[in-house]
């Protein structure tokens, strides 16, 4: 009797170690806030790098309702070569998605428009609309920066945008592009093809820690993963200006070692936040 009841505790203890590996992150991390004494007052998702998986990209914007996101980010590389059809495509699957979405342009999804001729965003801006948002929620404000051009970066437009919010009081502001402007490990960046869009990336992550932003997020690389800015704004160099840095995983299957993944950011009432990567399965 004592060995079926021990076994009956082992199963029950599997069971449990089972489901606290496909849930234990969200019940994990709302404890220790909850312990720190931390409401939370806003939860969103970020999606990236769809690449024309839009059965990927389905299975995440359900997994980002499933996990109470209010509304989605999109960080671009929607499809392959920019077709329209294929932007087509991927917008449906946002608009079936049921969530409120803000969705920016990757690289990948401006090949089709500069190769008969066109403006680079032409098809996007088409589909999607302006790639460049300013957004406001629950006291947060969170900035979606086109720099998918890899020969002509951030528009002066957008640039001069991107500033005014800026200049705007916040509780917490988050800066979002498609392509880092820094990133401690790799040199697939922003302005890793030309000299002068990697100027604009020197000046793109110095004016973000001298304003002292809450927090950059960015797609494109297929990994996810957390690190600081360098810290250089500052003459000489100052630790106190640097700022929390995420890469958002892939939502494509393909080219994707670290597996298909959106995450998912909480902030607090307290204006901190952390993120998190979810698995798509």
């Given amino acids: 009797m004592k060995k079926i009841f021990f076994s009956f505790v082992i199963l029950i203890s599997l069971v449990f170690l089972w489901f606290r590996a496909d849930f234990g992150s969200v019940i994990n991390q709302k404890s220790e806030n909850e312990q720190q004494g931390k409401q939370e007052i806003l939860r969103f998702a970020i999606v990236s790098d769809s690449e ?3 059965e ?20 671009g590389d929607w499809t392959q ?22 969705v920016t342009a990757g690289d990948r999804d401006l090949w089709d428009s500069r190769d008969k001729g066109n403006r680079a965003l032409a098809n996007f801006e088409a589909v999607f609309g302006n790639p460049t ?12 920066v086109d720099n998918s051009d890899i020969y002509q970066g951030i528009s002066a437009g957008d640039w001069d945008l991107l500033k005014t919010a800026l200049n705007k009081t916040s509780n917490l502001t988050l800066v979002m592009s498609h392509k880092a402007p ?11 093809e030309r000299e002068s869009v990697a ?4 000046d793109y992550i110095n004016l973000l820690e001298q304003k002292k932003i809450g927090g950059f997020f960015s797609g494109d690389i297929h990994f996810y993963a957390k690190f600081l800015s360098r810290g250089q704004s500052a003459s000489g160099g100052n630790s106190q200006n640097r700022i929390q840095m995420n890469t958002i995983g892939a939502v494509n299957r393909e080219r994707n070692f670290q597996g298909a993944s959106f995450a998912i950011v909480r902030v607090f009432d307290d204006y901190t936040w952390n993120s998190e990567s979810i698995d798509i399965k």
């Fill in 133 to 144: 948002q300013e957004i406001d929620k629950n006291g947060v404000k969170i900035v979606l």
């Fill in 56 to 75: 990927n990209l389905a299975k995440a914007l359900a997994g980002a309702k499933a996990n109470n996101a209010s509304f989605v980010i999109g960080l």
């Fill in 52 to 54: 024309g998986d839009s």
């Fill in 199 to 202: 100027k604009q990336a020197q």
């Fill in 81 to 102: 070569l920019g077709m329209i059809n294929d932007l087509s495509s991927a917008q449906k699957v946002f608009a079936d998605s049921g969530m409120e979405y803000f």
């Fill in 182 to 192: 820094y990133h401690p490990q790799t040199a697939h960046i922003m302005g890793s």
